[in-house]
């Protein structure tokens, strides 16, 4: 799911003050995140993680995929 063209078609936007507040753990100077009916995607440094919206609403607040470094996806 985590390839340079999902990540291409996305509009990320800078953290907030209450987005902050729900992802706490970040570590880059402008972390970034996307956010629309279906998923929210978090942008920290090369670090990404992809959530279902709905799993978020109903309290499962797990990532359904990670990548470590973004600057390694293929082309």
């Known amino acids: 799911m985590i390839t340079r063209k999902?990540?291409?078609?996305?509009?990320?936007r800078k953290f907030n003050e209450t987005d902050y507040?729900?992802?706490?753990?970040v570590q880059s100077p402008v972390p970034l995140i996307?956010?629309?009916d279906?998923?929210?995607?978090?942008?920290?440094g090369n670090y990404c993680e992809?959530?279902?919206?709905?799993?978020?609403?109903?309290?499962?607040?797990d990532p359904i995929e990670t990548c470590d470094n973004v600057c390694e996806l293929p082309y």
């Open 21 to 25: 507040m729900g992802f706490g753990g």
């Open 34 to 36: 996307f956010e629309n």
């Open 50 to 61: 992809v959530y279902l919206a709905e799993n978020i609403e109903d309290g499962t607040f």
């Open 6 to 12: 999902f990540l291409r078609s996305l509009n990320f």
């Open 38 to 44: 279906n998923y929210l995607v978090i942008l920290d």
